[in-house]
């Protein structure tokens, strides 16, 4: 049982490049989450889904997207790169009042 | 404005004292309350969690308290080991928002040997 996979786990890219963050589940939890952490930071919501089909806007969407076709895929893009990008990016999933069950993350330097 | 507040960015205690870590909040409209510990290189994991109907719940070693009133909360771990050592993270959820949760800036607890 994976849980919350993501990847990759580590990444560096370049001012204006794009790429996609995966996370996957195979705990069929309805609830998703996107987070990114800066340094002596707590996490911040970027985007969530409530299910297959529905996301929407966290705390700090701006140069972000989701999509959510499938109940054990929630990808994370990045279109335009930026420095204010790098931070470790966490995945999370939960099912009714349960705690959130995180990935390991993504490490993600923007240069 | 951070909504939820870990005003201690670090604790350090001796193996088998107390470690108590600190949280407040400013929404009253949270009614749900965890908090999470954090390996380095790895994701948080659920630690323990409490209702505000609640001021009081435990499991094992791990204590936490909720004064609604002072919108605090605590944890305390009793008593501390060296593998307690980790980033303690306080969230606070509201139950009508979709499960989302606000984190602190997390607590780096270190339990001395």
């Known amino acids: 049982n994976a849980g919350v996979t993501q990847t990759p786990k580590f990444r560096i890219l370049k001012i204006g490049q794009s790429m996609t963050l995966q996370c996957a589940q195979d705990?069929?939890?309805?609830?998703m989450y996107w987070y990114r952490q800066d340094p002596g930071m707590g996490l911040k919501l970027i985007y969530y889904?409530?299910?297959?089909?529905?996301?929407d806007k966290g705390e700090v969407p701006n140069g972000y997207n989701v999509s959510r076709s499938t109940t054990e895929d929630f990808p994370l893009r990045l279109e335009l790169a930026a420095p204010s990008q790098t931070s470790v990016y966490f995945c999370?999933?939960?099912?009714?009042?349960?705690?959130?069950?995180f990935g390991d993350g993504t490490r993600l330097s923007i240069l | 404005d951070q909504q939820v507040k870990q005003n201690s960015p670090s604790l350090s205690v001796q193996e088998g004292r107390i470690s108590i870590l600190n949280c407040d909040y400013t929404?009253?409209?949270?009614?749900?309350f965890l908090w999470y510990k954090k390996y380095p290189a790895e994701g948080p994991t659920f630690l323990i969690s409490?209702?505000?109907?609640?001021d009081k719940n435990e499991d094992g070693r791990f204590t936490v308290f909720l004064n609604k009133s002072a919108k605090h909360l605590s944890l305390h771990i009793v008593p501390s080991q060296p593998g307690d050592s980790a980033v303690y993270f306080c969230?606070?959820?509201?139950?009508?928002?979709?499960?989302?949760?606000?984190f602190g800036d997390g607590t780096t607890l270190t339990v001395k040997p």
């Open positions: 409490i209702s505000s109907i609640k």
């Open positions: 705990m069929n939890h309805n609830y």
């Open positions: 889904s409530v299910g297959a089909g529905i996301t």
């Open positions: 929404n009253s409209m949270f009614d749900y």
């Open positions: 999370a999933t939960r099912t009714g009042f349960q705690p959130q069950h």
């Open positions: 969230a606070a959820s509201s139950s009508t928002n979709a499960g989302k949760s606000t």
